[in-house]
Nanobody, 117 residues
Framework: QVHLVESGGALVQPGGSLTLSCVAPLITFNNYVLDWYRQLPGKDRELVAT???????IYADSVKGRFTISRDGAKHSVILQMNSLEPEDTAVYYC???????????WGQGTQVTVSS
């Protein structure tokens, strides 16, 4: 079963914007902390942003002020709004969910974001 489904990756010019979406129809959405990770070419996967059950958010320093993470309980989705994109943001972006107490985790399949002129 596929628990997390991402969409929205694309080729975009520097300075542009992109919205990534992750839908989680099979999990009890409000019991999960939701994150976006990314993996740059040749690098380890890194945390980009987290949104807690209560809506509190944290961001990697490299994306603060440019990216916004949000969750929609009714739609079972988590959104990553990315503005002022830079070539250094080029990566495969992954949606991640972890249960607040059980330790269960799920990963999406990844979506490619390429920032290039």
């Amino acid at each position: 079963q596929v628990h997390l489904v991402e969409s929205g990756g694309a080729l975009v010019q520097p300075g542009g914007s992109l919205t990534l979406s992750c839908v989680a129809p099979l999990i009890t959405f409000n019991n999960y902390v939701l994150d976006w990770y990314r993996q740059l070419p040749g690098k380890d996967r890194e945390l980009v942003a987290t949104v807690w059950v209560d809506g509190h958010t944290i961001y990697a320093d490299s994306v603060k002020g440019r990216f916004t993470i949000s969750r929609d309980g009714a739609k079972h989705s988590v959104i990553l709004q990315m503005n002022s994109l830079e070539p250094e943001d080029t990566a495969v972006y992954y949606c991640h969910a972890h249960h607040v107490s059980l330790g269960t985790i799920y990963w999406g399949q990844g979506t490619q974001v390429t920032v290039s002129s």
